[in-house]
T-cell receptor, first 113, second 107 residues
């Protein structure tokens, strides 16, 4: 069966510090991968998606970047965090074709102080 | 960009039916989804509907799709306190999500 992991679960970082959030998927090959941010009391905002290694599409201009160094690994990064980067970050995967339903990780709660 | 809109809040009494509505703008989506998010957790797929269907029923859940009006709804029959959560609709053209509807079920 497939599983998706995210870490860390919670993170408190000062403004201006770097960020690295990791997401890994097990039990499937060549998944589509996604990063979302959910601000407090708000809906999900799609940040990045990837259809393969090294292929990243950015949905909104921002202070963040994403990388996919391996087939089942998706990393969200920032060189210098802003207060507005606080939120709940969710990684998800879906199959390349078919119903395309997404499977979400448990999320990372990021607080920038 | 996408437009997927939902009302933000819904409050019902236990045992009543809940109806959560969603409108979308991009008619190219082949699948439309309903996800549930419990506090502090990721999203979990509840159900989906293929765009050539009008209705899909799955136990207490009924999904209605009006393609002409680009309107999707989720009906939960016999709503329970455990159904309290945020419900998101999404379209698969690029996995854009609505803002989520917070369902509060009062005992």
């Amino acid at each position: 069966s497939q599983t998706i992991h995210q870490w860390p679960a919670t993170l408190v970082q000062p403004v201006g510090s770097p960020l690295s959030l990791e997401c890994t998927v097990e039990g499937t090959s060549n998944p589509n991968l996604y990063w979302y941010r959910q601000a407090a009391g708000r809906g999900l905002q799609l940040l990045f998606y990837s259809v393969g290694i090294g292929q990243i599409s950015s949905e909104v201009p921002q202070n963040l970047s994403a990388s996919r160094p391996q087939d089942r690994q998706f990393i969200l990064s920032s060189k210098k965090l802003l207060l507005s980067d606080s939120g709940f970050y969710l990684c998800a995967w879906s199959l390349e074709r078919g119903v395309y339903e997404q499977y979400f990780g448990p999320g990372t709660r990021l607080t920038v102080t | 960009g996408e437009d997927v809109e939902q009302s933000l809040f819904l409050s019902v009494r236990e045992g009543d039916s809940s109806v959560i509505n969603c409108t979308y703008t991009d008619s190219s989506s082949t699948y439309l989804y309903w996800y549930k998010q419990e506090p502090g957790a990721g999203l979990q797929l509840l159900t989906y509907i293929f765009s050539n269907m009008d209705m899909k029923q799955d136990q207490r859940l009924t999904v209605l799709l009006n393609k002409k009006d680009k309107h999707l709804s989720l009906r939960i029959a016999d709503t329970q306190t455990g159904d309290s959560a945020i419900y998101f609709c999404a379209a698969n053209n690029k996995f854009y999500f609505g803002s989520g509807t917070k369902l509060n079920v009062k005992p």
